[in-house]
């Protein structure tokens, strides 16, 4: 069975400062692989996704994430963080091609500070 | 625009009562998911249909019930057997089959046994 682990529950960073947020999947096969974000008392806000072609995929707010198929990884960037980037960030997987359901990570609350 | 609508956003109940949570979406998506999300817990999933009038119930569907009379309406019922249903409730909706890129979700329903 795939699984998703977020290896981090909690990530305190100060502002401007980069941040990786980690997401290791199991599976063998291809998949799908997607992070999402949730601000308090909301829902989840997709934030990127790798599908097929460029493993280096962004986002519109600075945001990127690198699909690394022999660590099976794929760990969420940002080189500079703002205040507003405080959220929980969720890592998603699905086999590619099949009818399954998408598999979320425990998810990861990000805290930037001033 | 096109999206999911959850209602409401806080609910209250009180001990031996069913209540039920609205879903709501005009994407034209044929599947709808229902998550229970815990703090720590990432998302739960209760049930999913894939198409109207069939569903299944995902990893703990106890105590909850579900119906899928129109593509556009996925209610969830939290039945008095559910014995700890306070909780935050997601709604999300998808292409169904392998063109499944990710999951549009509601803004959730907070409910809260008094």
């Known amino acids: 069975a795939q699984s998703v682990t977020q290896l981090d529950s909690q990530v305190p960073v100060f502002e401007e400062a980069p941040v990786e947020l980690r997401c290791n999947y199991s599976?063998?096969?291809?998949?799908?692989l997607f992070w999402y974000v949730q601000y308090p008392n909301q829902g989840l806000q997709l934030l990127l996704k790798y599908l097929s072609g460029s493993t280096l995929v962004e986002s519109i707010n600075g945001f990127e994430a690198e699909f690394n198929k022999s660590q099976t990884s794929f760990h969420l960037r940002k080189p500079s963080v703002h205040i507003s980037d405080t959220a929980e960030y969720f890592c998603a997987v699905r086999v590619g091609g099949s009818q399954g359901n998408l598999i979320f990570g425990k998810g990861t609350k990000l805290s930037v500070k001033p | 625009d096109g999206g999911i609508t959850q209602s409401p956003k806080y609910l209250f109940r009180k001990e031996g009562q069913n209540v039920t949570l609205s879903c709501e979406q005009n994407?034209?998506?044929?599947?709808m998911y229902w998550y229970r999300q815990d703090p720590g817990q990432g998302l739960r999933l209760i049930y999913y249909s894939q198409i109207v009038n069939d569903f299944q119930k995902g990893d703990i569907a106890e105590g909850y019930s579900v119906s899928r009379e129109k593509k556009e309406s996925f209610p969830l019922t939290v039945t008095s057997a559910q014995k700890n249903p306070t909780a935050f409730y997601l709604c999300a909706s998808s292409i169904s089959g392998p063109s499944n890129y990710g999951y549009t979700f509601g803004s959730g329903t907070r409910l809260t046994v008094v």
């Open positions: 599976s063998s096969v291809s998949v799908y």
């Open positions: 994407l034209n998506h044929d599947a």
